[in-house]
């Protein structure tokens, strides 16, 4: 195990570069707010009345009220624990198709619990709201902290289907993706021929020299070496 030899070198490590990433920001602050959410009702959010012993829900004395949003608040603890210990290891893809499978699951997760959590929130403040006042001792804050922590759920959750967008745009794999060396060679064989330009004859004049090859003419004839003729001795 590397042990940081100065805070420049904790700074500059993988650990605390993971933690500063806003995506892993925003896993942490939604899997604190479930956290907070499941605890608070399922401590102190089932009372009971002065005149009853039996213990019912201190949002309107809905059971159900508090039996969703605790279970959706220890699912949603354990989504974010899930996807940080996933978020940790997804340098280690070499699967570009898990990578890109990984990234839609987490922006569809992340519209999926966008929902939950409003619907979460709007039936909270509902029930709190048709809540007879004092009817419970206690549990009021509970209530009251589950109810303003579903709401910040809501913007949170919103914030990560928006960075897992980002990041399904960016990473999504282009098809016949071609280098730059290729593309060019694409691009020569693609364009059309060149016209081919009229050869042009030099003009032939007094004044003009031509190098192109003649056949020679008929009319000049080689000189003929001189023959030796033998002369009759007297």
Known sequence: MHIPES??????????QFLKRPKTIARILAGVF????????????????????QLLCVLNSSNTACSFSAGAGLLAFLSCLGFLALDAHQSRLAS??????????DFILAVLWTGVWFVGFCFLANQWQHSPPKEFLLGSSSAKAAITFAFFSILVWIFQAYLALQDLQHDTPVPYKRSLDEGGVVL?????????????TPATGPNNLSYASSTPSPYLTTPKAPRLAMMPDN
């Open 7 to 16: 805070l420049q070198d904790l700074a500059d490590s993988e650990a605390v």
């Open 34 to 53: 479930s956290l907070i959410i499941f605890s608070s009702l399922l401590t102190d959010g089932y009372q009971n009345k002065t005149d009853s012993s």
């Open 96 to 105: 570009t198709r898990f990578k890109t499978a990984f990234q839609l699951l």
């Open 188 to 200: 020569t064989s693609l364009s059309p021929p060149l016209a081919a330009s009229p050869v042009s």
